[in-house]
């Protein structure tokens, strides 16, 4: 009899507060619990996870705003396909290849639109460590407008509150 009660009877497990958003091609979910921040990094091609203790991480969330990281590689390579454009178009090369100036032109104007897209401004709150070193960033907005304000400023929150429950709990418990 009393084994048939134990298998109706389910655990309660803690639902983690968490947040998914998208960074560029990868899906990622922030959860905590009382000790560790998980981080899950999913794409087509790869996955990633990470965990960090709480204690160590700073209460203070910080803003932070960027740039696309390749803006600058990108535009030195638009401007070699462009002068490569064209040189080879006024020179004696042209009438043996007639199509290379126009495919150079072409990935000129392919890697000038990456440009454009990366001058778009990207804002994040960042989670650092003790030390100020980003551990990882949330994304205040993104394309599919999938991460809400209100849930996002409430995980903020709550994530603030349990990395100082966290610190106090380890600076008075030396267990």
């Known amino acids: 009899m009393r084994e048939v009660l134990r298998s109706k009877v389910t655990r309660l497990i803690p639902e983690k507060p968490s947040l998914t958003f998208q960074e560029g091609i990868e899906t990622v979910t922030l959860e905590f619990d009382s000790r560790n921040l998980y981080e899950q990094r999913e794409s087509r091609f790869a996955s990633e996870s990470n965990v960090w203790l709480l204690h160590d991480l700073s209460p203070l969330l910080t803003p932070q705003c960027t740039v696309s990281q ?60 003790d030390d100020g070193i980003r551990i990882t960033r949330i994304k205040l907005k993104d394309k599919e407008g999938t991460v ?10 709550t994530l603030s509150d349990a990395i100082e429950a966290a610190k106090q709990q380890e600076y008075y418990n030396f267990d």
């Open 148 to 157: 809400d304000t209100t849930t996002r400023q409430l995980f903020e929150n």
């Open 70 to 129: 390749d803006l600058k590689r990108n535009f030195y390579i638009t401007i070699a396909f462009a002068l490569g454009t064209i040189v080879f178009l006024f020179s004696a090369i042209n009438p043996l290849l007639p199509l290379l100036a126009p495919v150079l032109g072409l990935v000129s104007l392919v890697f000038g639109s990456l440009c454009v897209v990366g001058l778009r401004k990207k804002f994040w709150i960042c989670i650092n460590d």
